[in-house]
């Protein structure tokens, strides 16, 4: 009964960390999959602008969230986002890439370059703005301010909103 009773365990044991990992991968691939690309806004105006923006809850205190977005250049001239600051905490602009099936974030310290007559798209599981060490946790319906600086367009401050999208 003894060599029974371990074969037992040890496949409870193996079932259990197939189950647990199943879990922890299915939550990180719904963390970095994209979301749908929401519709392309129209290349009008005289000037660059942000639409769309929203942040991602952050849980805890001194954590992570992220700010996403659209900028808008209708402009002939390139532009370039140089950096963002954010007194919710400590903002980089950050790429996640996928390769063999991992996915990991990398900084983007040189910003994204926006082409004339162009829109770029900051979404969960790509482009994004990274809120790190986030003092008070962030919850839907709360409102963040961001201060995103460009080349030629200078700086943009936004109020965002908190949400919980997918």
């Known amino acids: 009964m003894g060599d029974r009773s371990r074969n037992g365990n040890h496949i409870m044991q193996r079932i259990l960390l197939v189950i647990v990992t ?6 990180l691939a719904a963390c970095a999959a994209p979301a749908a690309t929401p519709t392309a806004p129209a290349l009008t105006g005289d000037s660059l602008r942000i639409e769309g923006a929203w942040a991602r809850p952050s849980v805890v205190p001194n954590g992570n969230s992220a700010i996403y977005l659209t900028i808008v250049n ?7 986002l140089l950096s963002v600051r954010s007194p919710s905490g ?19 310290p040189e910003g ?23 003092a008070e946790p962030l919850a839907p319906g709360d409102e963040i301010t961001a201060t995103l600086l460009f080349e030629r367009a200078g700086e943009i401050t936004l109020n965002v909103p908190v949400e919980d999208q997918p």
């Open 22 to 27: 199943i879990s922890i991968l299915s939550g």
């Open 112 to 134: 994204y370059v926006v082409a004339p007559r162009s829109i770029v798209v900051l979404l969960p599981g790509s482009k994004h703005i990274m809120l790190i060490g986030v």
């Open 74 to 80: 209708p402009t002939d001239q390139a532009d370039r």
């Open 90 to 108: 400590m903002a980089e602009t950050h790429e996640s890439i996928t390769e063999n099936g991992v996915v990991r974030m990398e900084p983007r």
